[in-house]
């Protein structure tokens, strides 16, 4: 039980790595196009503005909630060991 629970906790903090990079290359993708935008340069803001609400806010929901979840639970499992 033990090693399974381990595993799953290992799949979801490579799962928020994974996220993480995306929030991160969403904001460099938000300030090159923030950029481009008031040069007058086309380089992508109507596509990341189309793409903010479907894809990089459940993103960052759930990298928030992913970092809340994941210390909480390290928490308890840690009282928990020092418990036995």
Do not use: C
Request: charged share 20%; no cysteine; net charge positive.
């Amino acid at each position: 039980m033990k090693e399974r629970f381990e595993q799953w906790m290992d799949w979801i903090d490579r799962l928020l790595v994974l996220d993480i990079f995306l929030v991160l290359a969403a904001f460099f993708w938000f300030a090159i196009a923030l950029l481009g935008k008031s040069t007058g340069i086309p380089l992508g803001w109507e596509l990341w503005y189309s793409l903010w609400e479907p894809v990089f806010t459940p993103a960052i929901g759930i990298l928030m909630a992913g970092a809340l979840l994941s210390g909480l639970i390290k928490q308890v499992t840690k009282r928990l060991k020092a418990k036995n």
